[in-house]
């Protein structure tokens, strides 16, 4: 059963060839046979599994489920569970419970979705490869001696190893698109707004988007349908229908202009990678879509002004755990200004304090104007090129990130190298445009990521091309030797 | 030397939203502590807020009240600093992009010249909460109380336009008018509804450079803020005429114990690392809201005091004075409306009624007397049924709760003796029982014989145990003494 895709279980648990209990067991069953080898799931919640199992059951046998009904899934640990530990990956909250659920958590279990548990995660998500995680790195189902990717490695880990056929997850500047890649899934990044941030844990509040992660394009779109919605409770989030993503998967992708834009196929970018891509654009090419040589140029600057503003903004969010009101406070404080210290110094790990840091130090007073407020302007920049870009053709296309999964501690001492990582995926955060990993071929026996990237609100169409990329590739379908 | 005083004003508005500016709990004063903060006010991880658009109204309204500008886009900014009782490690506040800009309020000094204040703009943002060091904390611990936590405030920020402390508490009085007239604040000092930072500096008679200034925060009385004033004033220029300089700093006025003390200085002050807040869009008010705000808004209190002078012909000084409180002038206007005597109306409302309501620390909403037993009264002392002074008696009655005038009138026997047969009746006899009296005042000359009159007049009255008219006694009295001359 665990091979089976998200659309392909719908289809048994509505034929009755397996109730939804035996399918959560199972699920739950491969965690804790396999999880130890990955570190992906941190809190397994087997109880509360079942028994949503058992009234997704009853839903199922009245004939009128939706489609997530039934259907395990886990959630990256960044989604506040109502009463169940939402640490983000993070010391500081180990202990925190929340009384509320997110609305993606609300809109999952409104459907019946069962929840099998929560995800490692970069602590606040802080990280391309989830090594900053306080629970441990979560290690590639691929090669076990490689990062999964971050901050959802977690998720896509889990899914690689299929613990889960899908998994929610977050992006602020690649947090979804690069582990999938790393991990060989789909994983959507869908545009600013178009799902709710409530009782999702802050990292960069103008950057952060949740997302689905899963095998394939059209179990993305099975879930997003789900996920996508528009809540009064996020300012930030925009009042819009949400159009049925399954609808125009079948759609054909003649005709089709795809932008190459020539800075994502630069210095940097590993020629397996660049070799993987560029076959997986010409079977695109073959099936009638056609390649438009594009250019983004300030591509070069996506990384500068991003960690300026996600800082920026981190700094500000993450001041609220202080010791007073929940989380970790340190023991015995000797006063208020110790409390602060030592509970922060202490609960929060190496690369948050760090980003914690630049931020402060690039909106203290006298640098304000020369990094936050040049970064804002670098940002208006960065989204001209992609409406230009988006006059002329449909979709933009390239590598997700520019190699494939690292060793653990590749980048460790190389803050920088690390924040290379995400040199592709940045810019659609600093957009708030929606982007999409798909894997699209093998180098060094590890899985390589197409990222899609779309205009504004354009997710079906994305998922469509992906879909019809997916009835030509089987690489979706591949899984780890261990596996 | 001669020194001139320069103030400016901040001040801090509590608007009268029934929740949060940015969260569903309640604002409601003196629930138990944190009873009133939900997941929102207490920054739980992956909370977000959402604009009260009624806060948003309220601060509209005070812009239109004082003539200023309303930014149709105003921003707000997240103000970064670490305290207990401020959830987030930030105040979500509004800077670069104020909701309401450039302003003014004309102020009455008691010479009865105006002079305009001018408004540098008002904004909006969100109330911290409380910290607390007394009570029964184990080990020395500090409670916080975060029931106040993102209650929302305007803050107005004045230009140093005020010259004395007079003005700056004429300014205050001013604000406090105009707020709870137009309804946008409950005006309750006590509970913290409006409080003041006070910027002081001195500078020699006729200089236009200001002087280094201090900030006196958190001021909640009238009467602290003057006290506060005149003592950094002191301060300040006998610090410079005995050589020293002013430090720009933040002070503290306990009004308690009457002393004054630095809180931090220049160099300790926060960088606050202002940024606009992602987690908001940026207000945008269309011109329609604008109107649709200016058509609903309640009477101002200089138009009030105006239409007080023509509708009910008061004196400049009593309508000022009613005009000035929107309660009290609710009150007043029921009060003449059905009594029909507004000269009658406006001397109580504004003698015994404010000074018992005073001494009692009560509202005119809170009154024991309610407007309608008030015009009772009035009704009564206008149609001579009882003296001004059995007035006084009927109104501590009403207030003790004892029914209406005309109820207190019977059962306490005080109607006023007004037939002239029963009077004329009073007179001779007091008269014929006071023979040396009558015979001291047929020889005295004309001067005297007036200061003579009251000795009659107090044993008139005596003897109709007070009930008597007081005006047609005095008639009858000069006609019969007339008659003996």
């Known amino acids: ?483 | 030397m001669n020194w001139e005083t320069v103030i400016g004003l901040e001040v801090h508005v509590q608007l009268a939203t029934k929740t949060k500016i940015f969260s569903a709990a309640s604002t409601t004063f003196g629930a138990t502590p944190n009873t009133q903060a939900c997941a929102i006010d207490l920054a739980m991880p992956g909370t977000l807020p959402v604009l009260n658009k009624q806060a948003v109204n309220y601060a509209i309204m005070f812009g239109l009240a004082i003539d200023a500008e309303i930014c149709q886009e105003s921003v707000f900014e997240r103000k970064n600093y670490f305290y207990p009782d401020l959830p987030k490690g930030y105040q979500t506040t509004q800077l670069e992009k104020p909701i309401v800009g450039r302003g003014s309020v004309t102020i009455q000094l008691a010479d009865g010249t105006e002079k305009a204040i001018r408004i540098h703009h008002a904004h909006l943002e969100e109330d911290a909460g409380k910290s607390t060091h007394e009570g029964d904390l184990p080990y020395g611990m500090s409670g916080v109380d975060l029931n106040r936590a993102g209650t929302p405030l305007i803050e107005i920020v004045s230009e140093p336009d005020m010259r004395s402390a007079e003005e700056a508490i004429a300014f205050a009085k001013k604000l406090h008018s105009i707020v709870t007239s137009i309804k946008i604040c409950d005006g309750e000092m006590s509970q913290g509804s409006m409080r003041f930072d006070v910027n002081v500096s001195v500078r020699p008679a006729g200089s236009s450079t200001l002087g280094i200034r201090t900030e006196t925060k958190n001021l909640n009385s009238y009467k602290f803020m003057e006290e506060a004033i005149e003592r950094e004033v002191e301060r300040q220029i006998d610090l410079i005429e005995d050589g020293g300089t002013v430090a720009q700093e933040t002070r503290l006025y306990n009004g308690d114990t009457k002393v004054a003390k630095s809180m931090r200085s220049k160099e300790e002050a926060n960088d606050y690392r202002y940024f606009p807040c992602p987690d908001l869009l940026p207000v945008l008010v269309s011109d329609e809201t604008i109107e649709e705000l200016r058509q609903a808004l309640p009477e101002l209190p200089d138009a009030r005091q105006n239409r007080f002078v023509s509708q009910y012909a008061l004196s400049d000084y009593d309508s000022a004075i009613i005009a000035s409180d929107s309660n009290m002038s609710a009150f007043f206007e029921t009060v003449a409306k059905d009594s029909n005597n507004p000269k009658l109306a406006a001397n109580w409302v504004m003698g015994e009624l404010s000074g018992s309501l005073n001494n009692a620390g009560l509202g005119f909403t809170e009154s024991p007397v309610s407007a309608k037993q008030l015009a009772g009264m009035v009704v009564r002392i206008a149609d001579n049924s009882i003296s001004g002074k059995m007035a006084k008696q009927v109104f501590e009655a009403m207030w003790q709760g004892e029914g209406t005038a005309d109820e207190i009138i019977e059962s306490k026997g005080l109607k006023q003796v007004s037939d002239s047969g029963a009077l004329e009746k009073i007179v001779v006899d007091v008269l014929a029982a006071n023979a040396v009296m009558v015979e001291d005042f047929i020889n005295s000359d004309e001067s005297k014989r007036k200061k003579k009159l009251g000795g009659f007049m107090g044993q008139i009255m005596k003897a109709s145990k007070g009930q008597a008219n007081p005006q047609q006694v005095n008639q009858i009295l000069l006609q019969k003494l007339n008659e003996l001359l």
Not at chain 1, 14 to 31: A, G, M, P, Y
Request: charged fraction near 20%.
């Open chain 1, 1 to 483: 059963m665990h091979n089976y895709t998200i659309a392909e279980l719908i289809k048994g648990l509505q034929n009755k060839e397996f109730s939804s209990v035996e399918l959560t067991q199972h699920f739950l069953d491969r965690i804790s046979q396999l999880n130890d080898n990955y570190n992906a799931v941190i809190t397994i919640t087997g109880e509360q599994a079942l028994t949503a199992a058992a009234l997704a059951d009853k839903r199922l046998a009245s004939g009128d489920a939706p489609a997530m009904c039934g259907v395990p899934i886990l959630h990256k640990d960044i989604f506040c569970t109502d009463g169940v530990r939402t640490s983000c990956g993070s010391k500081m909250l180990d202990n925190f419970v929340p009384p509320y659920n997110a609305t993606v958590v609300e809109n999952f279990a409104r459907d019946g979705a069962v929840m099998l548990g929560k995800t490692n995660m970069d602590e606040f998500a802080m990280g391309s490869s989830n090594e900053t995680s306080f629970y441990g790195p979560v290690k590639n189902p691929w090669a076990t001696d490689s990062v999964p990717g971050g901050s959802s490695g977690g998720s896509a880990a889990a899914i690689a190893a299929r613990l889960a056929p899908g998994a929610t997850a977050t992006d602020t500047g690649g947090s979804i698109r690069q582990p999938a890649a790393l991990c060989g899934i789909s994983g959507l990044k869908p545009t600013y707004g178009r799902v709710s941030r409530w009782g999702m844990i802050a990292f960069a509040s103008s950057l952060d988007q949740a997302g689905p992660m899963a095998r394939t394009a059209e179990d993305c779109a099975i879930m997003l349908n789900c996920m996508a919605s528009f809540d009064e409770k996020d300012s930030t989030s925009v009042e819009q229908s949400v159009p049925d993503y399954t609808a125009s998967l079948g759609n054909s992708v003649k005709g089709l202009k795809i932008g190459i834009p020539k800075e994502y196929f630069s210095e940097g970018l590993h020629p397996g990678t660049e070799l993987a891509v560029r076959e997986a654009l010409a079977e695109l090419e073959a099936q009638g879509a056609e390649l438009v040589d594009i250019s983004l140029p300030s591509s070069d600057l996506s990384v500068p002004a991003y960690y300026v503003i996600a800082p920026a903004e981190a700094s500000a969010n993450l001041s609220r755990f202080d010791g007073v009101k929940y989380g970790y406070r340190c023991e015995n404080p000797k006063d208020l200004q110790d409390m602060y210290c030592r509970s922060r110094s202490e609960g929060f790990g190496e690369e948050v304090q760090r980003r914690i840091l630049i931020g402060t130090y690039c909106l203290s007073a006298g640098y304000y104007d020369a990094y936050y407020g040049k970064a804002q302007q670098v940002r208006q920049l960065i989204q001209q090129d992609f409406s230009e870009a988006f006059k002329s053709v449909d979709l933009i296309m390239g590598p997700t990130c520019p190699s494939p999964a690292f060793k653990f501690g590749a980048k460790g001492d190389d803050p920088v190298a690390m924040y290379l990582e995400d040199i592709y995926t940045i810019a659609t955060n600093l957009a708030g445009l929606p982007g999409m990993s798909v894997p699209c071929g093998m180098v060094e026996e590890k899985p390589v990521g197409l990222q899609i990237i779309g205009n504004y609100f354009d997710e079906a169409r994305m998922l469509n091309v992906a879909h019809q990329f997916q009835q030509i590739t089987d690489w979706h379908h591949q899984a780890p030797e261990a596996v």
